[in-house]
C-alpha cells in the first residue's frame, strides 16, 4: 500500500515541545537546589548530563525531519539520503547515555535517601549498577553497530548489525529498571498520611513515572511496523544502517519521537522530586493552604514530618534523636525523628519507639526554635518531606491551651512501646508478630491487621491464606504451561533439532537444582515466606521478559538462558508456597490442603496451553514471530502486580522455635521420643524419612517428565490413527488433577495419606506398564491416561508427608525436597538416548519402560513406612491432633515430656494465637 502522508511535523513539534518542558524543568530544579537551599549533589551534576544526552538526540531528531525523517520513500530527495543517516545514527548512540543518566540521578537520590534503610540502599546501588553496565554495553554496540564505523552515517558500504532487533532485545532491561525506580520506594509512600491535595501530588507524579514505562513499550509498537515491513520482505533479512527496507524512516519515525518523550519525562519525574523548597518559597499555600491561617496566628503551617527517621539512625547517644522531636518555624522543618522502623525496612509512621518527653516543648515560649539551616539532610528527602501529612494527633499537656490565647501545639499520640521476647535475635527466622509486615496502612484507608503464627491457625482460619497462596499455584502452572507452549511453538518455526528441545527441558529443570538452595532457601530463613514469594515472583517476571529478545533474535542460547530464569524463580515459590500450605492450619489437615491447592495448579496447566493453541498459535506463521514477546509481556507485568499485591496481604509465618514446638507436641501425642526412640533400620526417622522421601521424589518428577514431553511419540506408537496428542495430553492433565481434588477430599475425611500415596504408586505403575504392553489401540491408549489419575496425587501427598515431623529443619527440608525435582532434567534424557538408539516406531513406546522401573522402585516406600510402627507414628496426621489432656491422659509422662519442657524452658515465651504472650 502506498504511503502519502507525512509525519514528520507531528513528530517535529512533539519532540520540540517536549523537550522544552524538560529543560523547564530542569531549570526549576537547579533553581530549587543551588537557589533556595544552595546545596548541590551528585545527582543534580548527573540530571545535568542526561539533560544534554536529551537536547543532542531531539536536535537530531528535529533535523532529521527536515530531511525525511517521516516522511514516505517518495519524499526523500536523493540529497537527504546522508543527513538523514547521521541524524538516525546521531539518535541511536546518544539515546542509551540519555536513559542511563536519568536513571542513575533517580537511583543516586534513593541512596542518599535511604541511610537509615540498608535494604533499600543496597536496591539502589543493585538497580544503578544494571542500568549504568546495560547502558554501557548498548551505547558501545550502538557507536560500532558497523564496521567500518562510517559505514553507519555516510556512504561507504558496511558490515552493520541489525539495529531494531537490537533495540528490541534491550527493551526488556529497560521495562525491568522502569519498573524498579517506580517501585523501590513504594514502601515508604505509601505508609504516609497526608493530606487530599499532598495525596493528589503524590498520585500525578507516580502516573508520570509509570507513564515512563508505558512509553517505553508504545515506541517498540512503531519499531516493530518496521520490523514487519522487514518480515514481509524477507524473513532471513535484517535491518541495518546500510541495508533498509521500503519506508524505513516513515515507521520509524514514532518510535524515535516517543524515544525522546520516554527521556524527558524521566528527567522531568528526576527534577519534581527535589522541588519543594521552591514550592514552599513561592507557593506555600499548595502544599498547606488549609493551615495557612493557624500558621498567621502563630501556630504550625505543617505538623510532623518524618526525614530524619529516614535518613538518619536513631543513635542512643543522641539526646535530641532520641528523645526530641525537631521543631522549626519553617513549613518544611518541623520533623518528628522518633519513628520507629518496621521489619521490612521502612518506619511505620503509627509508632514510636519511646513517649515524647513534656520537656521537649517548653510551656511559656512564645516561639519554637527554629532547625539549623545547614542541617546536614535538610534537602534529601524534599519530595517525601513534601508529602507527608497530619498523623493522629493529641494535645501535649504542659502546653497553652487555646483558651489560655496561645495555638495548642498538637503532636502524634505515642504508642505503647511493642513486646518483644528475648527469643528474637538474628538468627532466628521471622516471628509471626511482625514477620514481612509493611506498615499498618496503605493510603490511609487499608488497614493491615497483624497475623498469627502458621501453626495457631484454625481450619477456619486457614481458610483465607490457603485460598490467596494457591493463587501462586495456579500462576506457575499457569506459567509454566503458557511458557512451555510458546517456547515449543517458537522452536518447531525456528526449526530446532530434537537434541536442542531435549537440551532446553534439561536446562529449564536443572533450574530446579540450584535455585531451592541457593536463593529460596537463604531468603525464606532470614526473611520469611512473604519475602520468598516476592523474590520467586521478581526472578519470574525477569525470566519472562528475557524471552522476549531470545524469540526476536531468534537465539537458543538465549532461550538456554531463558529457561534457566523461569525455573530459577519458579522454584523459589515452591520453596516457599508449598510448605505455608502444609503448615497453614491444623496438621492433620496438611495433605489435603496440599492437593486442593496443588489440584488449582492443575487447572492453570490445563488452560494455559489451550489458550496459547486456540488464540496465540492459530495460523501463525514465521513471520509473526514478534507478537509473540507480548505474551512474555503480558505475563511479566501480572506476575509484578502480583508480587505487590503480596507485599500489602497480611500473612502468617512460622519461625523455626515454633515449628519445633508443633513437632515436639505430636511426638508427645504420638509417645515418640525422637532423641531417644527407637531407629527404624539403624537410621533416625527423622533422616530416613527425608533423604529416602527426597530420592523418591527425584524418581517421581523424572517420571512425570518422561512421560509428558514424549508424550506425542508414546502416542503415535500406542494408537497411531487415534485422538491428536494435543488434545490426548488435554484429557490426561484433566483426569490428573481431578486425582488432586479427589485425595484432598479423602485425605481430609480422615484415610492415612500413606495409604493413598500406596495405592497411587501401585497405579501408577500398574497403568504404565499395561499401556507398554498391551497392542496398539483404544484400550493401551486409555492406560496411559488413566495413568496421569494415578501419578496427580503423588508430589502433594508425598511432600506433606515428608514435612511432618521436621520441627526446625523443616524450611530445609523443603528446600532440598525441590532440589531434588532436578530428578526431571536427568531421567527423560535417559529416555532420550534410548529413542537414539531405538529410532524405529515400534520403540516408541520405550519412555514407558523407564517410568515402569522407577514406579516399580518407588511402590516399596510407602509399604516400608507401614511396616514400622516409629514410622506409622511419626508420618500419620491424627497424632497431630491436639487433646485437652494430653499424654498426661494416659496416666504415665511422655518420652518425650523432657524434651518437651527443655525446649519450652529454651522457647522462654510463646506467642499465643491472639497475638499475646504466654
Not at 497530619?390 to 511493642?418: F, K, N
Request: proline residues 6%; hydrophobic residues 45%; charged residues 15%.
Amino acid at each position: 500500500m502506498e504511503i502519502t502522508h507525512d509525519r514528520s511535523s507531528t513528530v517535529f513539534v512533539v519532540t520540540l515541545v517536549i523537550v522544552t518542558v524538560a529543560t523547564v524543568s530542569l531549570v526549576l530544579r537547579l533553581i530549587s537546589k543551588w537557589g533556595v537551599t544552595r546545596k548541590t549533589n551528585a545527582d543534580d551534576y548527573v540530571i545535568i548530563l542526561a539533560w544534554v544526552f536529551a537536547v543532542g538526540l531531539s536536535v537530531a531528531i528535529m533535523i532529521g525531519t527536515q530531511v525525511g525523517l517521516g516522511a514516505p520513500d517518495t519524499k526523500i530527495k536523493s540529497q537527504w539520503v546522508t543527513p538523514l543517516k547521521q541524524c538516525i545514527y546521531a539518535f541511536t548512540v546518544l539515546y542509551n547515555p540519555a536513559i542511563m543518566a536519568t536513571k542513575t540521578a533517580i537511583l543516586i537520590l534513593y541512596y542518599r535517601m535511604a541511610a537509615a534503610h540498608m535494604f533499600f540502599r543496597y536496591a539502589s546501588i543493585f538497580t544503578m549498577a544494571i542500568v549504568i553496565i546495560a547502558g554501557t554495553v548498548l551505547t558501545f554496540l550502538n557507536i560500532f553497530q558497523c564496521r567500518p564505523v562510517v559505514a553507519a552515517f555516510s556512504d561507504v558500504d558496511g558490515t552493520c548489525i541489525d539495529i531494531v532487533a537490537l533495540y528490541l532485545s534491550s527493551t526488556p532491561i529497560n521495562v525491568l529498571t522502569d519498573l524498579a525506580i517506580l517501585l523501590l520506594p513504594l514502601p515508604f509512600l505509601t505508609s504516609l498520611r497526608m493530606e487530599f491535595r499532598q495525596k493528589i501530588i503524590l498520585v500525578a507524579t507516580f502516573i508520570v513515572g509509570g507513564f515512563v514505562t508505558v512509553v517505553d513499550v508504545v515506541r517498540i509498537v512503531f519499531l516493530q511496523q518496521a520490523l514487519e515491513e522487514e518480515l514481509l520482505v524477507s524473513p532471513s533479512a535484517s535491518i541495518t544502517a546500510t541495508s533498509r527496507p521500503p519506508n524505513f524512516t516513515y515507521y520509524a519515525s514514532f518510535s524515535l519521537m516517543w524515544s525522546a518523550v520516554e527521556v524527558s519525562v524521566g528527567i522531568m519525574c528526576c527534577c519534581v522530586l527535589v522541588l519543594k523548597p521552591l514550592v514552599v518559597r513561592v507557593m506555600p499555600k499548595l502544599l498547606h493552604g488549609a493551615q495557612s491561617q493557624e500558621n498567621r496566628d502563630g501556630g504550625l503551617s505543617e505538623p510532623l514530618h518524618f526525614s530524619d527517621a529516614l535518613t538518619k539512625p536513631r543513635s542512643s547517644g543522641s539526646l535530641r534523636s532520641a528523645r526530641f522531636p525537631s521543631f522549626s518555624t519553617s513549613p518544611s522543618s518541623f520533623t518528628h525523628a522518633n519513628v520507629a522502623p518496621t521489619p521490612s525496612g521502612f518506619p511505620d509512621l503509627n509508632r514510636t519507639q519511646s513517649p515524647v518527653s513534656p520537656l521537649s516543648v517548653q510551656p511559656g515560649l512564645s516561639r519554637i526554635p527554629e532547625r539549623s539551616t545547614n542541617d546536614e539532610h535538610g534537602d534529601d528527602l524534599d519530595f517525601f518531606e513534601m508529602l507527608a501529612g497530619e498523623p493522629p494527633t493529641t494535645e501535649v499537656s504542659g502546653l497553652p491551651s487555646a483558651g489560655d490565647g496561645a495555638t495548642a501545639r498538637r503532636i502524634s499520640a505515642p504508642r505503647r512501646p511493642t513486646v518483644v521476647s528475648e527469643r528474637s535475635e538474628r538468627r532466628s527466622t521471622m516471628q509471626t508478630d511482625t514477620s514481612q509486615e509493611p506498615t499498618k496502612n496503605f493510603f490511609d484507608f487499608v488497614q493491615l491487621k497483624s497475623t498469627v503464627s502458621l501453626t495457631h491457625l484454625s481450619a477456619k482460619e486457614a481458610w483465607w491464606p490457603t485460598m490467596f497462596v494457591s493463587i501462586l499455584f495456579f500462576l506457575w502452572g499457569f506459567g509454566y504451561g503458557l511458557i512451555g507452549a510458546l517456547s515449543v511453538e517458537i522452536q518447531n518455526l525456528l526449526g530446532y533439532p530434537p537434541s536442542h528441545t531435549i537440551a532446553l527441558h534439561a536446562v529449564y529443570w536443572s533450574g530446579y537444582f540450584f535455585g531451592p538452595l541457593l536463593v529460596g532457601y537463604w531468603v525464606l530463613t532470614r526473611e520469611g515466606f512473604k519475602a520468598t514469594f516476592m523474590t520467586g515472583l521478581a526472578i519470574f517476571a525477569t525470566g519472562a521478559l528475557s524471552f522476549w529478545p531470545s524469540s526476536v533474535l531468534r537465539s537458543f542460547p538465549g532461550f538456554i538462558v531463558s529457561n534457566f530464569i523461569i525455573a530459577l524463580g519458579l522454584s523459589c515459590l515452591e520453596v516457599a508456597a508449598n510448605p505455608f500450605i502444609a503448615l497453614a492450619g491444623p496438621g492433620e489437615l496438611s495433605e489435603a490442603r496440599l492437593n486442593f491447592a496443588q489440584g488449582i495448579q492443575g487447572i492453570g496447566t490445563i488452560v494455559s496451553p489451550i489458550v496459547a493453541q486456540i488464540a496465540l498459535f492459530s495460523g501463525i506463521q514465521r513471520e509473526d514471530l514478534v507478537r509473540v514477546q507480548w505474551c512474555y509481556l503480558a505475563v511479566a507485568l501480572f506476575v509484578i502486580f502480583l508480587a505487590i499485591v503480596f507485599y500489602y496481604v497480611p500473612l502468617s509465618e512460622a519461625g523455626d522455635d515454633e515449628l519445633e514446638a508443633m513437632a515436639v507436641q505430636r511426638f508427645d501425642n504420638a509417645r515418640l521420643d525422637p532423641d531417644k526412640g527407637v531407629k527404624p533400620f539403624g537410621i533416625r526417622p527423622r533422616h530416613l524419612i527425608l533423604w529416602s522421601g527426597v530420592l523418591l521424589m527425584w524418581c517421581y518428577d523424572g517420571s512425570q517428565e518422561s512421560v509428558a514431553f514424549f508424550w506425542t511419540p508414546i502416542v503415535a506408537g500406542i494408537k497411531p490413527n487415534g485422538l491428536a496428542s494435543f488434545w490426548s495430553l488435554t484429557i490426561g492433565r484433566s483426569v490428573f488433577t481431578f486425582g488432586r481434588f479427589l485425595t484432598s477430599a479423602l485425605c481430609y475425611v480422615g484415610i492415612p495419606p500413606r495409604i493413598l500415596l500406596g495405592i497411587s504408586f501401585f497405579g501408577a505403575f500398574l497403568t504404565s506398564l499395561l499401556a507398554l504392553v498391551l497392542p496398539e489401540g483404544s484400550a493401551a491408549l486409555a492406560m496411559l491416561i488413566l495413568y496421569y489419575f494415578f501419578e496427580g496425587p503423588i508430589f502433594p501427598t508425598l511432600f506433606a508427608m515428608m514435612m511432618r515431623g521436621q520441627g526446625k529443619h523443616t524450611k530445609f527440608a523443603a528446600a532440598v525436597t525441590m532440589m531434588f525435582n532436578s530428578g526431571a532434567a536427568i531421567w527423560p534424557s535417559v529416555v532420550y538416548g534410548i529413542l537414539q538408539q531405538h529410532p524405529d516406531s515400534t520403540a516408541r513406546r520405550a519412555a514407558l519402560l523407564v517410568v515402569v522401573i522407577l514406579y516399580g522402585i518407588s511402590t516399596l516406600w510407602p509399604a516400608i513406612i507401614s511396616s514400622s510402627s516409629v514410622l506409622r507414628r511419626w508420618m500419620d496426621p491424627k497424632w497431630s491432633k491436639c487433646s485437652e489432656t494430653g499424654s498426661l491422659e494416659h496416666g504415665h509422662e511422655s518420652p518425650s515430656s523432657s524434651h518437651e519442657k527443655s525446649l519450652t524452658t529454651h522457647l522462654e515465651v510463646m506467642p499465643t494465637p491472639a497475638g499475646g504472650i504466654t
